[in-house]
């Protein structure tokens, strides 16, 4: 199936610091596009794979497992570490639900970086997609919730209901062995966000076992936050972050 262009994956050769990105569920590329590279601009070897089912149809995200993304980023994570001594991920929404996997399979991960992580969704009727998918294919997208006005993100124009059923299985796969996160964590959120709850990040920060947790409110943007008002600051706070976390590392070793 054909690829929408503002989906097609986005790879960069650069120095030993390797980024995997992972993005957002009915969303992509387009969403991490910019961020990624800002990383890439500063140096940095950078991976930003389109997770299957996503920038094509929302009913091929129907058909696809919550095992078939996270696979897709494993891959992108274990191509990386061929070539780079330290490997960091950043994750959006869905994409910081699979960040979280990873770190949880791979102790060896530098650290993670988190925009709007979500393990829930605000909308109560998501957690009855399993049934529901039998009912409705589809329903109202939840895509593009940006402040900033004429930013797309991509998303489809409608939520898949099999792909969120799916979806709920990765938050509950997750929250199960969030105390296996043991790297630094960067975690930005947005007072609001009408897409994921509070409550996820609350949930992170709760449950995992990581030393070295920052956490930073955003004030200027919605869900999409890294193509919204603060994106400028959420480059260069995760800039940092990767400096200080792969400089610490290099001196531990």
């Not at 991960?109 to 605000?122: D, E, K, R, S, Y």
């Amino acid at each position: 199936m054909p690829v929408l262009p503002h989906a097609e994956p986005y790879h960069h050769d650069g120095d030993e610091i390797g980024v995997l990105f992972c993005h957002g569920f009915t969303g992509t590329t387009a969403a991490l596009r910019p961020w990624a590279e800002a990383v890439a601009a500063a140096g940095h070897t950078v991976a930003l794979p389109r997770l299957p089912g996503h920038g094509t149809s929302w009913q091929e995200l129907n058909v696809v497992r919550w095992q078939d993304w996270y696979d897709c980023v494993d891959a992108e994570y274990l191509r990386l570490t061929e070539r780079c001594s330290q490997v960091f991920v950043a994750g959006l929404s869905m994409g910081g639900a699979l960040a979280l996997r990873l770190a949880q399979n791979h102790t060896d991960i530098a650290g993670v970086v988190l925009v709007n992580p979500a393990l829930g969704a605000v909308d109560p009727k998501a957690r009855l997609a399993g049934i529901l998918r039998h009912v409705v294919p589809a329903v109202p997208s939840i895509g593009n919730d940006v402040m900033h006005e004429g930013v797309d993100e991509g998303a489809y124009a409608m939520t898949p209901v099999g792909g969120v059923a799916q979806l709920n299985k990765l938050w509950a796969e997750v929250k199960a062995l969030l105390d296996l996160v043991t790297c630094p964590l960067l975690v930005y959120r947005s007072r609001v966000d009408n897409v994921v709850p509070a409550s996820s990040v609350d949930t992170i920060r709760r449950l995992v076992s990581s030393l070295d947790y920052t956490e930073i409110s955003l004030l200027e943007s919605y869900h999409v936050a890294t193509i919204d008002n603060d994106a400028p600051r959420i480059f260069a706070g995760s800039l940092d972050f990767i400096e200080r976390v792969s400089q610490t590392q290099a001196e531990l070793s």
